[in-house]
């Protein structure tokens, strides 16, 4: 495929569901992973790229799913859906294990290369954000944040968040793309999609 070619995100499919790694499928294609706090619209994000209503599941308990979900885009071409994170009802035992999952999937899978971070506008960078931007920076991946829920502010608010979060994005060693996102009414839709099919057309 050619960087200039066109992926037609609406045709993505589930593959599979995995608990922990060594069940997770073979590690051949290129994956990018979508992460992010219980409830800061994940799933949603997913779904309204795909321009598709339940391809992600949307869970009215957050936290519940912990699953690592795979959605094929094209050949070789996948998106990953990791279970949330921070949700303060679920067991320590259980954000432990999701710590441990996490980092590993991060650090080991080879063919990662990209990470996409949902957080809801009105609640950025939160200690696991900020934990999870350290592991990207590590991994030297491209990652793209999304600042969900981006209509439930005015424009100036929205804005002044948006400049607030990119702010504190400057303690980080790296680089990275923020887009106001909103679920509901398609902001930053066709930006997530271009740069998404940016990541996964490079040759790298």
Not at 8 to 13: A, G, I, L, N, V
Not at 65 to 70: A, E
């Amino acid at each position: 495929m050619s960087n200039n070619d066109q992926l037609d995100f609406r045709q993505t499919k589930f593959l599979v569901s995995a608990q922990v790694m060594h069940t997770l499928p073979q590690d051949q294609s290129k994956e990018i992973a979508f992460v992010g706090r219980s409830n800061s619209g994940k799933s949603s994000a997913i779904n309204a790229i795909c321009d598709q209503k339940n391809l992600a599941k949307t869970s009215s308990t957050p936290g519940r799913t912990q699953l690592i979900n795979f959605f094929g885009v094209a050949p070789g071409k996948i998106i990953v859906d990791l279970p949330g994170y921070g949700y303060a009802k679920v067991p320590e035992k259980m954000k432990k294990q999701w710590q441990t999952s996490m980092a590993e999937y991060l650090q080991k899978r080879q063919n990662l290369i990209g990470l996409v971070l949902t957080m809801d506008i009105r609640h950025p960078l939160k200690d696991l954000d900020r934990m999870v931007l350290d592991w990207s920076v590590a991994a030297q991946l491209h990652t793209l944040i999304l600042l969900t829920k981006s209509d439930k502010l005015g424009t100036t608010s929205r804005q002044e968040a948006i400049s607030e979060v990119n702010l504190a994005l400057s303690e980080f060693e790296s680089t990275f793309m923020v887009i106001p996102f909103s679920a509901l009414k398609k902001t930053g839709v066709t930006e997530a999609r271009n740069v998404l099919q940016q990541w996964f057309n490079s040759q790298s």
